[in-house]
């Protein structure tokens, strides 16, 4: 490691450090303060925390990682990524936030007024976590494997990634809370929405272009490294060699359609983006952070798209140089993920590593903190405080909160170690947005569907809730395992569903909503708590408040 | 009738009022709206794919250098349209909120939020 990335990352680290001791100071022991920032967030900071908290190593690495491996068809994970917030806009954010609650289960139990959907909840939330969490370790591992490349206490560098990244942010969001863990989110999105604005200024400065690029890797079929040696990719859609800029690289019809299907629906359900949306000051604020989060992530994943058009460019014109002939085979990167770091040498030297190396650990602690903050909310808040011992103080729930932090980091880093990268590599070319992908899945088949419901249909009751969830959880893990266990590199067809069962699972969730709550004599939703998250009495007051404090302060 | 009084302990005359009849009339009026908007975006994204399926022109041709109709809407159009699609329904949204809540003085039961 040379000095540069030794600084790189010590600025880094020094910066987050600050940030949650200083938020540390603000926090109060309370559950509003530790979990939801006070509810004074605002709304380009909650934003920036909102990108920070979704732009992940899958982002970062693996969008451009995806668009190295499989040109056209790798684009449709950013697509995906990016028209997830489509439906958060129009369909939940305000009312998420009106209701006033503290979690995604805490949201579902007070709409449904049932501790049973907060049970169910609670699983799918702690399992989507865990999902999230594991590829967010395997890029750690990743990126200190090739920018450190050496290991500490004589573990391997793929371990010690893992081990330095779970035992930072878990200091971060145990310290910070969510304010601590707001402000790094942002600060580190900024960051990162940087780091891709100056590769790319740098590539411009050196007289890139996109569309001559597009033309150069589409001159040639598309090669990928599988056991050391290089195949030909097969085009889905025409059975021909696959080319960069058509589609069929990596999805047939129905492949294309469950991811997309997988990633919109799945969002929505993503307990650490969702429980952003609790801290916004108001219904309003919440629907036009949204639009900020629409605007700001549709930029970064653009430029990401680029970059990763231009490494694929890039890397097999400079494949001689001794440092990239270690990391390719005939001009190929052996794992995609590298794309974005290599491309960072490449264009700047060294530092220009060091510092794409920076961005991705901001990607995944940014994102591992918020993951591990809604484990924390989950299971302090829902569990312990509502479940388990409703007398209980709130700082009994924040201390819980925080071990329920720790053991979660540390199970997700078990798991993480466990896999071995570049041995999926050869099943699936994009390994860390694939798997992101699955918790994507589980999120968007268990917990959407009840949210839409919940939000939408008056009549949905508690049993309609608790079937549906069930019901999209056991589906999903279902054919996910079966998935692992019978396909190779599923491109399209029952495979590909099975690793993307959102667009199974979630229709068959919400049917089971319907009719349960249709068969049930139960109560449906209370009148205050239709009026509390669809009116806007709140909203309203709070702004006249601001506009009095503001006036005031004239 | 259901009815939300905000911020009890909150300053004299800054207290605000849903009638719940009205807020059911502006969930309808809002979940109408979420679905064509919803419709239109599924519409959209859904196009690119089937466009590929069914008119080879669609990625056949070129635009500008290597990059087909299909290449330069995935990169880049889809994401101009998302914003767009938002900006829009947010601030239909906002309007009708505007218009439909508010005007209760209905005095049936009230309860404070949290």
Do not use: K
Not at chain 1, 151 to 173: D, E, K, M, Q
Not at chain 1, 337 to 348: D, K, N, P, T
Not at chain 1, 408 to 428: C, D, K, N, Q
Not at chain 1, 473 to 491: F, H, K, M, N, R
Request: charge should be positive.
């Amino acid at each position: 490691m040379s000095g540069t990335d030794t600084a790189s990352l010590a600025v880094f680290a020094l910066v987050a450090t600050l940030v949650s001791v200083v938020a540390w100071r603000h926090t109060r022991a309370t559950t509003v303060d530790f979990f939801l920032a006070g509810r004074r967030t605002g709304m380009i900071t909650n934003a920036g925390a909102i990108c920070g908290d979704y732009l992940s190593a899958a982002s970062f690495l693996g969008v451009a990682g995806a668009v190295y491996a499989s040109g056209l068809d790798g684009i449709w994970y950013a697509t995906g990524f990016a028209a997830g917030f489509v439906p958060v806009l129009l369909f939940v954010a305000a009312p998420l936030r009106r209701l006033g609650t503290v979690s995604l289960p805490d949201f579902l139990a007070v709409r449904f007024d049932s501790a049973q959907v907060r049970v169910a909840a609670v699983v799918s939330v702690e399992l989507v976590i865990l999902s999230y969490l594991v590829p967010q370790a395997v890029g750690s591992g990743l990126t200190w494997e090739l920018l450190v490349g050496q290991g500490i206490a004589g573990l391997s560098p793929y371990v010690t990634g893992i081990v330095v990244s779970t035992v930072a942010v878990g200091g971060i969001v145990v310290i910070g809370g969510m304010r601590g863990t707001t402000w790094n989110q942002a600060l580190q999105f900024g960051f990162l929405l940087a780091v891709v604005v100056w590769l790319s200024a740098l590539l411009w400065a050196g007289g890139f272009s996109y569309p001559a690029a597009v033309e150069q890797a589409s001159a040639e079929p598309l090669q990928a490294v599988v056991s050391d040696r290089l195949v030909g990719v097969t085009n889905q859609l025409s059975g021909e060699s696959a080319r960069f800029g058509a589609p069929g690289a990596r999805y047939g019809p129905i492949g294309q359609v469950a991811l997309l299907v997988t990633l919109v629906l799945g969002t929505a359900g993503l307990p650490h983006v969702m429980n952003r949306y609790f801290t916004a000051v108001t219904g309003r604020a919440a629907r036009a952070t949204t639009v900020w989060v629409l605007g700001l992530a549709g930029s970064f994943y653009a430029l990401a798209v680029l970059l990763g058009t231009a490494a694929r460019v890039m890397v097999a014109g400079r494949a001689e140089e001794p440092w990239l002939a270690e990391l390719t085979v005939d001009g190929v990167l052996r794992v995609p993920e590298h794309a974005l770091l290599v491309l960072g040498r490449l264009l700047a030297g060294t530092p220009g590593l060091a510092v794409v190396s920076a961005a991705a650990f901001a990607a995944m602690v940014s994102t591992i903190g918020g993951l591990l903050l809604a484990a924390a909310a989950s299971f302090g808040h829902d569990v312990v405080a509502r479940i388990w011992r409703p007398s209980a103080s709130p700082r009994v729930a924040v201390v819980a909160g925080r071990g329920a932090g720790i053991v979660v980091s540390v199970l997700a880093a078990v798991v993480a170690i466990s896999v071995e990268p570049e041995r999926l590599v050869a099943t699936f070319p994009s390994v860390i947005a694939t798997m992101v992908t699955w918790a994507f899945a589980l999120a968007g088949s268990a917990l959407t569907p009840a949210v839409l419901l919940g939000i939408w249909w008056r009549d949905a009751t508690a049993r309609g809730a608790v079937a549906g969830i069930w019901t999209g959880a056991i589906i999903a893990v279902g054919a996910l395992v079966v998935g692992l266990v019978i396909g190779p590199d599923p491109s399209d067809g029952l495979s590909a569903v099975l690793l993307a069962p959102a667009m199974i699972a979630a229709p068959i969730s919400a049917v089971t909503i319907v009719v349960v709550s249709r068969l049930d004599t139960g109560p449906s939703v209370r009148p205050r708590v239709w009026t509390r998250m669809h009116g806007t009495a709140a909203d309203r007051q709070t702004e006249r408040m601001a506009q009095i404090t503001l006036r005031g302060r004239r | 009738m259901a009815r939300v009084e905000m911020g009890r302990g909150s300053p004299r005359g800054l207290e605000q009022f849903d009638g719940h009849s009205e807020v059911v009339a502006a969930a309808r009026t809002q979940r109408r709206i979420a679905l064509g908007y919803g419709l239109v975006f599924v519409l959209a994204i859904l196009s690119v794919p089937m466009l590929s399926l069914s008119l080879p022109w669609w990625t056949g041709s070129r635009l500008v250098g290597g990059m087909s109709p299909s290449f330069v809407v995935v990169a880049g159009g889809l994401y101009v349209f998302f914003l767009a699609l938002g900006v829009a329904a947010a601030t239909l949204a906002r309007s009708v909120e505007d218009r439909m809540l508010g005007t209760s003085e209905d005095d049936a039961d009230h309860e404070p939020t949290r």
